[in-house]
């Protein structure tokens, strides 16, 4: 007997990614050794290998671009994703300039900021392979950018007396920029690499998969609904309307654009390290991520596929 594993798990809007991650996420929740017994293994499922999948999809995100698609790619990913980092800035600063590092309702400033600065673009990607232009799927460069983890780590940091990290932002750039140069100087390799990024999406789900515990979902539910209501109220309106309203487009790009990434889940250890000050609060906050995590990866591709639907009719 065959399965149509395949076939399936298209049917589900961003299932490429999304059934994967769930896969490895129970696997990791009940036997969390299984994953953990050594490489190669360890780094196919696991999130020690997330970054090495999200370079290789840069690098060959980079080789499918024209020059000529950059100033479309600005004019409309550009625009959304500046407006979400100019409100989730301003927004994380509100917060730790009037809450402090504990935070308000139950739940910390690293928490807090962590989400509302959050983009996913793994499942941004999976979702744009189904309904989205070249122009779209090329926002997914820009969202690596805008959605790592050095843009929390700075707002929270700069409480501490920190400052901007250059060499993360470089390190996100440097792939696609390779890339680019490279199907610069031979465009046969575009052939080759056109599905690279459709076939690596299960990786990333595996390995984003890897890093989550359903325990931790299931015991933050409360704050963390609260959190990731918060984060949607606070992004989704706006880039929502921008998208319809200013760039004339049907608004599943924008609406894809507003879900929580499992990287959200290094900000706590990673803030543990630039200050002590925040560690009590980290293993409340990584539950509390995760569930937004769990939830936005559920409900984003709904939304978006409501939208492209209802705008397609």
Not at 20 to 44: K, R, S
Not at 121 to 144: H, R
Not at 227 to 233: E, G, K, S, T
Request: proline share 4%; net charge positive.
């Amino acid at each position: 007997m065959k399965f149509k594993i395949l076939k399936n798990m298209q049917k589900v809007p961003g299932g490429m990614m999304l059934i994967p991650m769930f896969i490895t996420a129970l696997i990791n929740t009940i036997f969390p050794q299984v994953l953990n017994i050594g490489n190669p293994l360890t780094a196919m499922f696991t999130s020690k290998g997330t970054m090495t999948i999200i370079g290789i999809m840069l690098f060959c995100m980079g080789i499918q671009i024209d020059l000529s698609q950059i100033k479309n790619m600005m004019k409309r990913g550009g625009v959304i994703l500046g407006l979400k980092l100019v409100l989730n800035v301003f927004v994380g600063v509100a917060i730790i300039r009037y809450f402090g590092i504990d935070g308000f309702l139950g739940i910390s400033a690293t928490a807090w900021i962590a989400c509302i600065t959050s983009c996913n673009p793994g499942l941004y990607i999976a979702l744009m392979q189904d309904c989205g232009d070249k122009i779209d799927k090329s926002t997914f460069i820009l969202m690596n950018i805008v959605g790592l983890p050095f843009i929390p780590v700075c707002i929270l940091s700069f409480a501490s007396g920190g400052g901007l990290d250059i060499n993360s932002l470089l390190a996100t750039c440097i792939p696609f920029i390779l890339g680019m140069l490279i199907g610069y100087l031979d465009s046969e390799i575009k052939e080759f690499t056109k599905d690279g990024v459709k076939f690596l999406l299960p990786f990333l789900g595996f390995c984003l998969g890897g890093g989550i515990d359903l325990k931790t979902v299931v015991h933050s539910w409360y704050h963390g609904m609260f959190l990731y209501l918060a984060y949607m109220l606070l992004n989704w309106p706006i880039l929502l309307w921008v998208d319809r309203k200013i760039l004339k487009q049907r608004g599943h790009s924008s609406t894809a654009i507003c879900c929580v990434a499992g990287l959200s889940l290094t900000v706590p250890a990673l803030m543990e390290g630039v200050s002590g000050a925040y560690s009590a609060n980290t293993a409340m906050a990584v539950a509390q991520l995760s569930f937004v995590v769990f939830i936005s990866a559920i409900i984003t591709p709904v939304l978006v596929n409501m939208i492209n639907k209802t705008e397609t009719a």
